[in-house]
């Protein structure tokens, strides 16, 4: 990697601002050097790279991809290089033990210093998030997409050892709500509870709607469901002239015993379940 170094250093609250930003998409962040080598690295590492934070300074960029991708990951930073940002498609990060992981990868450049923001992708690329049908409302995913992309999702994640939850969301007076709205003030509100939902999946985006006021997202276990419904409500109750708003229920799934499933049964199971829920929404 041959770049040509900028006179001037980024000022610090430009380099803290750039990685405060991608810290919000990323599963993995590193900084590096004009030759390509790792100056700094933080996020996951552990569960991607087998790795401490601390053990990659030093590290060519190039050396965390299987060989087969080694022609892509010159040319994204080349990219990166010749101007200043670049985002690619699916690489594949090598690991000592278990498959390839795939991940977007996204590079800057702030001065004479090169960032690169590596996040977890589906490994087929008709699963691809960006590539599904999604809710012109909403702005999620279907459900028909969400059970294969979701079990694929949650198998990534028990190989890296990360344990995931899945669950329900009850808008209990959505439907009353929206009747009670202007069309644009409903479709505004239904947008906002779909980008409050993707940024509480796992991956940014494994979020569903199930029914007419049911909702599901992939979380990791440790997600505070009560301040996610807690937030949702409080957009129901801003956009209400009543300021009623609506009542969220939480319910999740048994996942014990999900990471021995094949990801074939995974997906039928959490499609049965969607099927149930809608069923009882009487949407099914």
Known sequence: ?????????????????FLALSFCWADLLFEMDETGKLTFATGATGPFLGKSANDLP????????????????????????????????ILKIKRSHGLPLPVMAAGYCLGNNFYVALRLRSTNPNLATDRVSRNDKTGLINHEAFSEAASQRIKQLAEMGQKTGVSVLSLEGLSDLKGRLSGPVADHLLARVGETLRANAVDGDSATQIGDDKFTLVHQASLDLAELTSQIQELAKSADPKGAGVKVDSASLNMEGAESLSQEDMAKGLLYAMTNFQREAGQG
């Open 1 to 17: 990697m041959n770049v040509t170094a900028a006179p001037v250093s980024p000022a610090k609250p430009d380099r803290d601002r």
């Open 58 to 89: 030093g590290t060519n960029f190039s050396d965390l991809f299987v060989p087969e991708e080694q022609p892509d990951v010159q040319m994204f930073l080349r990219g990166v290089t010749q101007r200043g940002r670049h985002d690619t498609d």
